[in-house]
């Protein structure tokens, strides 16, 4: 029987949030929606 795996692949982009190019954040929860995110992922393993 043939197992398949998955991935979450999360990018790191905290610096890139804060930088003036990027002008005002428009998704002030980014990170909390992160963190449950890969929470969730954990949980289902």
Do not use: C, P, Y
């Not at 990170?31 to 449950?36: F, H």
């Amino acid at each position: 029987m043939q197992q398949h795996q998955k991935a979450l692949i999360m990018v790191d982009v905290q610096k890139a949030f804060e930088h003036e190019k990027w002008g005002e954040r428009n998704n002030l929860d980014a990170e909390k929606n992160i963190s449950r995110l890969l929470t969730f992922w954990r949980e289902k393993g």
